[in-house]
């Protein structure tokens, strides 16, 4: 991992935690230190004269401090666990071809909301619903105006490897041999029942919840729950939490007719709307690497036309 990104994510959110703890910066609250002109000056500080050889080790810090090249620049970007794979995937791509590191933070809203009140550069979400909540959470330092939908996913029903209870579809998942778990919450609020409505209306909607043995808060305390009760049949979640725990389930496509997807979108926050790394990490993110990364784990891209829009 470059010296210079640091990826923070929840163990109980991340779509490809798998059960690990988080990932800390080793700079106090996420901050680069050590880089740039007071990061020197610190260095040189510590190594004041004393004695002959103090006075060669001040000498050789005078000589980096004046040769050394400015600490780059480093974005703080936060999120739910859910795009984060992609987010992380596209962080370090455009580390890579720009210098500009950027910190992703993702998991549950609670664990890097207040951190993202004091520091954040961008914001990014797992649905529209999600992106209005976090414009509520920000306090005035994210606006819906500046609000940018990207990509979005299909609804997918993740079944455990090899798909032992034959499930064929989501009107399928209405059989008196199943147990489900659902996800009520980070992006998924009414999910399933939109599904439900879709698939047979309110008749439909009746069978299906009797089903459901698990309304889970949010997609990484279901997937605790997938891995701890093997009575659970199928997950009904977005496509991209099988691609990236693709270990523990497969998917069974959901029928076009009732198929719903929904979007990741970013936001700037109000004080970093002029810089320029912002704007170009916002706009590469829209552009056609950051497409084919996010199109590689799971998510729709807009139609070229579309990018092309974006894009300008």
């Not at 147990?179 to 047979?200: F, I, K, N, P, Y």
């Not at 009760?229 to 069974?252: G, H, K, M, R």
């Amino acid at each position: 991992m470059s010296a210079k990104y640091r990826v923070r994510h929840s163990p109980t959110e991340s779509a490809s935690s798998k059960g690990q703890g988080n990932e800390r910066s080793s700079y106090p609250g996420g901050r680069r230190r050590g880089g740039g002109v007071s990061g020197l000056c610190d260095a040189v500080a510590t190594l004041a004269p004393s004695g002959r050889n103090g006075v060669i080790r001040w000498l050789v810090a005078l000589l980096i401090f004046a040769f050394a090249p400015p600490a780059a620049a480093q974005l703080h970007i936060y999120g739910p666990g859910g795009p984060a794979p992609a987010m992380r995937a596209a962080a370090l791509a455009f580390e890579k071809e720009t210098g500009i590191a950027v910190e992703v933070v993702a998991g549950p809203t609670p664990t890097w909301i207040d951190r993202a009140r004091q520091d954040a550069d961008l914001v990014f979400s797992g649905s529209d619903r999600m992106m209005t909540e976090f414009v509520r959470l920000m306090d005035g330092k994210l606006r819906q105006s500046d609000v940018a939908p990207l990509y979005d996913r299909p609804a997918a029903i993740l079944v455990r490897k090899g798909n032992p209870m034959a499930i064929s579809g989501f009107r399928d998942l209405a059989r008196g041999d199943l147990t489900l778990m659902v996800v009520e919450g980070a992006g998924q609020d009414g999910l399933w029942e939109d599904l439900a409505s879709r698939a047979g209306g309110i008749d439909f909607l009746r069978k299906l919840r009797g089903h459901i043995k698990i309304f889970a808060p949010n997609s990484a305390e279901a997937r605790k729950a997938w891995i701890e009760d093997p009575a659970i049949d199928a997950w009904i979640i977005w496509n991209i939490w099988q691609l990236e725990n693709a270990d523990i389930a497969d998917a069974v496509a959901i029928e076009p007719d009732v198929l719903i997807y929904r979007s990741m979108a970013i936001a700037p926050v109000a004080t970093s709307l002029k810089s320029s790394e912002v704007q170009r990490f916002a706009t590469w993110l829209a552009g056609p690497d950051a497409q084919s990364i996010f199109t590689r784990h799971g998510w729709r891209a807009p139609s070229a036309e579309n990018m092309k829009e974006r894009v300008q």
